[in-house]
């Protein structure tokens, strides 16, 4: 059971729009920043989302972060079939641990 | 170019003691406000943070398995360890290691992983 709370699966068309959802508590996201990372079974995860909404040096635009009280959201416009991949959220614990998500996995249709 | 390789045993049996290598190119260990972190990936399930050290000591693990847990950073070999002791197949994952930018605790504590490096199967089967 992680601590984070996001779905287990989205799906979208080439081309359209998705979002993914990560809920927390006052705790962890309501108080502190949040990352995305996308991971290819496989391969290293990487780094999409710090501090929230920025992106690090290389991601496309096509990727962006929100957050709203112990929400947050990553964002992917224009899908590709390279996108399918599991994503997850990640934050500090006040309890003095990091934390995240249980992952959404993306299917391109 | 950072770049970060995980090296140690892929086969271990129950009781135990996990020992994972991390080697860095490209870059530093004691680089100032970076951390230095693991994460495992057990099969068919997410990512668990293991624990993350500072060149210079400061370390923070994972409540849940503090009591197995070492980490160390060795600056002259420019290689940070992980030991986990008494290891169960609930050990057996995918683990990674991987740069950790932390600011905690903060205000607003900030936190994330990049890069990481390709990551290393062990399995614990007797």
């Known amino acids: 059971q992680s601590v984070l709370t996001q779905p287990p699966s989205v799906s979208a068309a080439p081309g359209q729009r998705v979002t993914i959802s990560c809920s927390g508590s006052s705790s962890n996201i309501g108080n502190n920043y949040v990352s995305w990372y996308q991971h290819l079974p496989g391969t290293a995860p990487k780094l999409l989302i710090y501090?929230?909404?920025k992106r690090p040096s290389g991601i496309p635009d096509r990727f962006s972060g929100s957050k709203s009280g112990t929400s947050a959201t990553l964002g992917i416009t224009g899908l590709q079939t390279g996108d399918e991949a599991d994503y997850y959220c990640?934050?500090?614990?006040?309890?003095?641990?990091?934390?995240f998500g249980g992952g959404t996995k993306l299917t391109v249709l | 170019q950072l770049q970060l390789q995980e090296s140690g045993p892929g086969l271990l049996k129950p009781s135990e003691t996990l020992s994972l290598t991390c080697t860095v190119s490209g870059g530093s260990v004691s680089i100032t406000n970076y951390y230095w972190g693991w994460i495992r990936q057990p099969p068919g399930k997410g990512l668990e943070w293991i624990g993350s050290?500072?060149?210079?000591?400061?370390?923070y693990y994972n409540p849940s398995l503090k009591s197995r847990l070492t980490i160390s950073v060795d600056t002259s070999k420019n290689q940070f360890s992980l030991k986990v002791t008494s290891v169960t197949a609930a050990d057996t994952a995918v683990y990674y290691c991987a740069r950790h930018r932390l600011l905690a605790p903060a205000r607003v504590a900030e936190n994330w992983f990049d890069p990481w490096g390709q990551g290393t199967l062990v399995t614990v089967s007797s």
């Open positions: 050290m500072y060149h210079s000591g400061s370390t």
């Open positions: 990640g934050t500090w614990d006040n309890s003095l641990s990091v934390v």
């Open positions: 501090g929230n909404n």
